[in-house]
């Protein structure tokens, strides 16, 4: 006989659900709401640390200790014209300005009364004649020449250090090398002017155009010396007035010299190219190059 197996099913022996015999119903509720007993509420937020007190100089070196204030030292710069040296030198030229002009006065008047705009009294600039002339004129130039360089020196506006022990030196130096500058380019365009000339079969104009620009730097000299000498002397920032008046009397001779020199080739019967072609080689190209070597400063 088969044995019986009696299958019952395992489900309806399951114990009920738990939940109907928790308190309230729902294990969930277990959990008190109080927030002293959660746990996040108990661990302390290490991202927002508590301030930390500043600390004196005592904490830290002791009782004793102080603070000692260094101020920093910064190297203070100052214009080169406005140093001592550089005005000394500008009194020093003054002085031989005023006696060169008062010793030849005769000199002086004669070469202000060669400027003339009038065509029938043209060529009395190209003129040099006499040993008194020749002299006056060698020492307006040695005079204007150091004059320029100064002028040329405030004009760049070269900042030297006032604590630097070799400051001073700094001053004959430069105006040195810019003196040596003017004479480069003068000998520069009296050399082209006498090579042209013995090449060309032309030194009787060249010899004039020489005359010429003696004349008319000394002519230069006697006019903007005074002026250049007192904006030399005027403080940082000032002498605007003057500047003008030293750019248009310096205008007004470079005016006068052009038209000198132009009227000079048309009295030699020599083409107006060849008077382009001497200001362009003789006048602006020496001229071009020191201002590009300003510029670059």
Same mark, same amino acid.
């Given at each position: 006989m088969a044995r019986q197996i009696d299958i019952t099913d395992s489900l309806t022996t399951t114990t009920l659900d738990t939940l109907p015999d928790v308190e309230n119903g729902d294990s969930l509720q277990l959990v008190s709401s109080d927030p002293q007993q959660d746990s996040l509420v108990l661990v302390p937020d290490t991202l927002c640390p508590a301030p930390i007190p500043p600390v004196t100089a005592e904490e830290v070196f002791g009782t004793s200790?102080? *603070?000692v204030y260094t @101020?920093?030292?910064n190297q203070n710069t100052s214009p080169i014209y406005e140093s001592g040296l550089f005005q000394g030198i500008v009194l020093a030229?003054?002085?031989? #300005?005023l006696f060169v002009i008062c010793r030849s006065l005769r000199e002086t008047y004669d070469l202000l009364r060669k400027i003339s705009l009038d065509p029938a009294k043209k060529g009395r600039m190209a003129e040099v004649q006499g040993s008194s002339n020749v002299r006056f004129l060698w020492a307006m130039t040695i005079i204007g020449i150091p004059t320029l360089s100064l002028f040329l020196l405030r004009m760049? &506006? *070269? /900042? $030297?250090?006032?604590?630097?022990?070799?400051? @001073?030196? +700094?001053? @004959? =130096?430069?105006?040195?090398? $810019?003196i040596v500058a003017i004479a480069t380019i003068a000998l520069y365009q009296i050399g082209l002017l006498w090579l042209t000339g013995n090449i060309s079969l032309s /030194?009787?104009?060249?010899? *004039? =155009?020489? &005359?010429?620009?003696?004349? #008319?730097f000394s002519l230069g000299s006697i006019l903007l010396c005074p002026l250049i000498l007192l904006y030399l002397l005027t403080p940082s920032g000032t002498g605007h007035? $003057? *500047? #003008?008046?030293? +750019?248009g009397v310096l205008g007004i001779v470079v005016f006068l010299y052009l038209k000198d020199s132009f009227t000079l080739f048309l009295s030699k019967k020599i083409p107006i190219l060849h008077w382009i072609l001497y200001l362009c080689a003789v006048e602006i190209f020496p001229l071009s190059l020191i201002g590009f070597w300003v510029a670059k400063i």
């Open positions: 200790s102080a *603070l @101020p920093r030292t030229l003054t002085l031989a #300005y760049v &506006d *070269l /900042q $030297i250090p006032l604590s630097t022990i070799m400051a @001073p030196h +700094w001053i @004959p =130096l430069s105006g040195i090398l $810019i /030194q009787s104009t060249t010899s *004039l =155009l020489i &005359d010429l620009k003696f004349n #008319y007035g $003057i *500047l #003008y008046c030293i +750019w």
